[in-house]
């Protein structure tokens, strides 16, 4: 099994910062074999990408709505990703999920993420 826990959301006023961070862990957690992902669910809408990162870091991928706005990075010696969110939008309002796919491959459709976090809030106000 592999426990993904997020931390790092709150309120915050439209054009300022947060910084995400996803703490993996559990026997079958491979770094080397998990693309990490985050997502985003707001009230009322369907859970959406938002960005993804390959095992090694070496690739990222961006939703067009997030991109030159936010950053994902991890570090696979503490088995963390990270997701700097800038400039933020009251539209970024949602529930914010980080993922694990058991691929080296970049994804950003949810069906292929097998491992899920419980997700933290983050509250852009305008």
């Known amino acids: 099994q592999v426990q993904l826990v997020e931390s790092g959301g709150g309120l915050v006023q439209a054009g300022g910062s947060l910084r995400l961070s996803c703490a993996a862990s559990?026997?079958?957690?491979?770094?080397?074999?998990?693309?990490m992902g985050w997502f985003r669910q707001a009230p009322g809408k369907e859970r959406e990408f938002v960005s993804a990162?390959?095992?090694?870091?070496?690739?990222?991928y961006y939703a067009d709505s997030v991109k030159g706005r936010f950053t994902i990075s991890r570090d696979n010696a503490k088995n963390t990703v990270s997701l700097q969110l800038s400039s933020l939008k009251p539209e970024d309002t949602a529930v914010y999920h980080c993922?694990?796919?058991?691929?080296?491959?970049?994804?950003?459709?949810?069906?292929?993420?097998?491992?899920w976090g419980q997700g933290t809030q983050v509250t852009v106000s305008s």
């Open positions: 990162i390959s095992w090694n870091g070496g690739r990222t």
């Open positions: 993922a694990a796919s058991p691929t080296t491959r970049i994804v950003t459709l949810k069906d292929e993420y097998d491992y």
């Open positions: 559990g026997r079958t957690f491979n770094n080397r074999n998990n693309c």
